[in-house]
């Protein structure tokens, strides 16, 4: 790849993609899989870089290559910054490969195509999910500070996401967050007139002018995702779990009012308003659902959860929101606990084998009913029973020792909520992150253990490349004590400049 200037995109071809094939990566273990393809976590044979491969499904392409791994591909090339995921490379396999002689019809043997992207640590369902784990404000801080500055960047460089939710935010040991799954994410330009499609973002992140036919619309769709994304970190579960379209656009009506041309003007010309129009008025109520919000959160959350698009807050006025700029300030990402590996693939595998494990105990409970247990001996004059069978937790009778559970409580006291396989809907894309998955909200997705230290580091922010902003350095609030005052949103200037095309 020729050499990128800092603080500009790269849009230059890299020469050696597509050079390398398949066999310069082990494939370790198989991390997801869904309607465009297969992840595996893979390891370098060279190096012993650990990294995801992405394989492109082509079974259902008759001729050709697959329109959104093109548009993927094109976009991840373009955007270079510290809060995006990195797609390292493409990879080839010429014919058909070990892991497939179990499935003969695979492509029919005509050969593969693999991304190759960084490695990440958990996704943010994966690792919210976790028993136990509480979210403190400062983390919360830190992680939407990255998300919004991440957002920023593709924002001001024409890139709609179109699929923010939680499983599509990567995260590494280190604190980094990152955008990944940019399969749904689409290019923009300034002219108002192009229309898009409204089948996009999974349903219980999609805006309400999307739910109601809008196909023409901008970046402000992102920002409803991400004003859900900010609320479920603060109250522990999703705010808005519809069943579907209808039902979720009647849920934010109750959360945030009805739409009428006072609060929102044009929106009775779009084409669905008339079918879904609430028969009764509802009022707004973000504020009194979510009064037990810190203030500056609270304001934060309502601009973000506006009705209007044209009045919802754009991802630059976030970054500068009284909420980062307050104490307790963001956290330094190097500070944040290390944890095993957590994504929702990997949470959602283990729910399943639990139930299937349930449902095999109860079932062999009724084939193989337990007979009444015998009454104890008969003691001695003197001798209390006491002492001998001392109950379920006396060390006689301890073969399953009393299980506890810590709490599941995030930074609000509130349970984490739903739980299962419906933990969250079906998705616009059919899957997240790296990899698609089709029964829930998806996600780059990986599972297994991840080497704790070794792998390359991420790509230096002086890989931005040519022709655009460049990306974010040290993109944190003014820091509290515990490190290094600086970086690009450090200092005592919360108007500083970015450095970016505005």
């Given at each position: 790849m020729a050499a990128a200037t800092q603080g500009q995109l790269s849009i230059d071809d890299s020469s050696f993609w597509g050079s390398r094939s398949i066999?310069?990566?082990?494939?370790?273990?198989?991390?997801?899989?869904?309607?465009?393809?297969?992840?595996?976590?893979?390891?370098?044979?060279?190096?012993?870089?650990?990294?995801?491969?992405?394989?492109?499904?082509?079974?259902?392409?008759?001729?050709?290559?697959?329109?959104?791994?093109?548009?993927?591909?094109?976009?991840?090339?373009?955007?270079?910054?510290?809060?995006?995921?990195?797609?390292?490379?493409?990879?080839?396999?010429?014919?058909?490969?070990?892991?497939?002689?179990?499935?003969?019809?695979?492509?029919?043997?005509?050969?593969?195509?693999?991304?190759?992207?960084?490695?990440?640590?958990?996704?943010?369902?994966?690792?919210?999910?976790?028993?136990?784990?509480?979210f403190t404000i400062p983390q919360i801080k830190c992680y939407m500070k990255q998300l919004i500055t991440g957002l920023h960047y593709c924002h001001v460089n024409q890139v709609l996401h179109r699929d923010i939710k939680g499983s599509n935010l990567l995260i590494d040991n280190e604190g980094n967050l990152k955008l990944a799954d940019f399969g749904l994410a689409r290019s923009f330009s300034n002219d108002l007139n192009a229309n898009l499609t409204n089948r996009v973002i999974t349903l219980w992140y999609r805006p309400p002018e999307l739910l109601l036919g809008a196909t023409k619309y901008g970046t402000a769709v992102d920002m409803w995702s991400v004003g859900c994304i900010f609320a479920e970190l603060l109250q522990g579960k999703p705010i808005l779990p519809g069943k579907n379209e209808p039902e979720q656009l009647n849920k934010i009506f109750e959360l945030c009012g009805s739409p009428d041309e006072i609060n929102w003007p044009g929106v009775s010309k779009i084409q669905w308003y008339s079918k879904f129009k609430p028969a009764r008025q509802m009022k707004r109520r973000v504020r009194e659902v979510f009064r037990h919000f810190d203030r500056h959160a609270i304001d934060l959350l309502d601009k973000m959860l506006t009705l209007d698009p044209s009045q919802r807050i754009t991802a630059k006025d976030a970054l500068d929101a009284e909420y980062f700029w307050t104490d307790p300030l963001p956290?330094?990402?190097?500070?944040?606990?290390?944890?095993?590996?957590?994504?929702?693939?990997?949470?959602?595998?283990?729910?399943q084998q639990q139930r299937q494990n349930e449902e095999m105990a109860k079932k062999q409970k009724l084939q193989h009913p337990q007979q009444h247990a015998r009454l104890p001996p008969i003691q001695p004059p003197g001798q209390s029973h006491q002492q001998r069978w001392g109950g379920p937790n006396h060390s006689m009778n301890n073969s399953h020792p009393p299980l506890t559970s810590g709490p599941n409580h995030h930074q609000y006291g509130k349970p984490r909520g739903v739980s299962g396989p419906n933990r969250y809907p079906p998705s616009g894309n059919p899957g997240g992150g790296y990899y698609q998955d089709t029964g829930g909200q998806g996600g780059y997705n990986a599972g297994g253990p991840y080497p704790p230290a070794g792998r390359g580091a991420p790509y230096p922010a002086s890989a931005a490349s040519a022709g655009g902003p460049r990306g974010v350095t040290g993109a944190y609030a003014a820091p509290p004590p515990n490190y290094p005052q600086g970086g690009q949103y450090g200092g005592s200037s919360r108007n500083q400049q970015y450095g970016w095309q505005q």
């Open positions: 066999e310069c990566f082990e494939k370790l273990e198989q991390i997801g899989e869904g309607t465009y393809g297969q992840v595996y976590m893979a390891k370098e044979k060279k190096t012993g870089e650990i990294v995801a491969l992405k394989k492109i499904r082509m079974d259902n392409e008759k001729e050709g290559f697959p329109i959104t791994a093109i548009r993927e591909i094109k976009i991840l090339k373009k955007l270079q910054h510290e809060n995006v995921i990195k797609l390292k490379e493409i990879v080839t396999s010429t014919g058909p490969e070990a892991d497939e002689e179990a499935k003969p019809d695979s492509n029919r043997g005509k050969g593969n195509i693999y991304m190759v992207f960084e490695y990440m640590d958990h996704d943010l369902t994966g690792l919210s999910d976790r028993p136990g784990l509480r956290c330094d990402p190097r500070s944040l606990p290390k944890y095993e590996s957590s994504h929702e693939f990997q949470t959602k595998k283990k729910r």
